[in-house]
T-cell receptor, first 114, second 113 residues
Framework: AQSVSQHNHHVILSEAASLELGCNYS??????LFWYVQYPGQHLQLLLK??????LVKGIKGFEAEFIKSKFSFNLRKPSVQWSDTAEYFC????????????FGQGTTLQVKP | DTGVSQDPRHKITKRGQNVTFRCDPI?????LYWYRQTLGQGPEFLTY????????KSRLLSDRFSAERPKGSFSTLEIQRTEQGDSAMYLC???????????FGPGTRLTVL
């Protein structure tokens, strides 16, 4: 079955610390990969996406992610987090040939301490 | 671009009652998706419309659930004979064909007592 796994459920960091959130997906052919963020009280927003080309993609607010095809991974990184990055982060995948539906991981809650 | 809107934002109902939610996608977005999110989990796909045609339904969508998109614009999701296990956030997302990125609405939080 097609699935997405996020390794960390709850991460607590101090401001200026570096962040890496893991995401792995099951094999299913060509994929489109996404990271969505949900700030407290707000709806899901796209952070960044990978469709093809350069496997290192940059998103909003200094986030980036690297697609490693051999590892079926799409990890999210940020060199220096801020208190305002406190949110829930979701990795999602859509598989080619599907209807574009997204398969989400279970999410990672990031808490940044000032 | 006014974004995806959903109504109501919150719904509290008693077990056994029927509820209906509405989603208004971004105009000119012909693809519309419904997802369900429970506490501590990521959203799970429920169903997909391309224009007015419902092209995919998840096995999660029991026969108590029905969705429509009659004119290819707004969509409704109805749950009949609600159960406590239906309590969740119901999310709607839209996109246009070939674009892939989905834009999400604020969701409707359903509580079944």
């Amino acid at each position: 079955a097609q699935s997405v796994s996020q390794h960390n459920h709850h991460v607590i960091l101090s401001e200026a610390a570096s962040l890496e959130l893991g995401c792995n997906y099951s094999y299913g052919g060509t994929v489109n990969l996404f990271w969505y963020v949900q700030y407290p009280g707000q709806h899901l927003q796209l952070l960044l996406k990978y469709f093809s080309g350069d496997p290192l993609v940059k998103g909003i607010k200094g986030f980036e992610a690297e697609f490693i095809k051999s590892k079926f991974s799409f990890n999210l990184r940020k060199p220096s987090v801020q208190w305002s990055d406190t949110a829930e982060y979701f990795c999602a995948v859509s598989y080619s040939g599907n209807t574009g539906k997204l398969i989400f991981g279970q999410g990672t809650t990031l808490q940044v301490k000032p | 671009d006014t974004g995806v809107s959903q109504d109501p934002r919150h719904k509290i109902t008693k077990r056994g009652q029927n509820v209906t939610f509405r989603c208004d996608p971004i105009s000119e977005h012909n693809r519309l998706y419904w997802y369900r999110q429970t506490l501590g989990q990521g959203p799970e796909f429920l169903t997909y419309f391309q224009n007015e045609a419902q092209l995919e339904k998840s096995r999660l969508l029991s026969d108590r659930f029905s969705a429509e998109r009659p004119k290819g614009s707004f969509s409704t999701l109805e749950i009949q004979r609600t159960e406590q296990g239906d309590s969740a956030m119901y999310l709607c997302a839209s996109t246009r064909e070939g674009f892939n990125e989905q834009f999400f609405g604020p969701g409707t939080r359903l509580t079944v007592l």
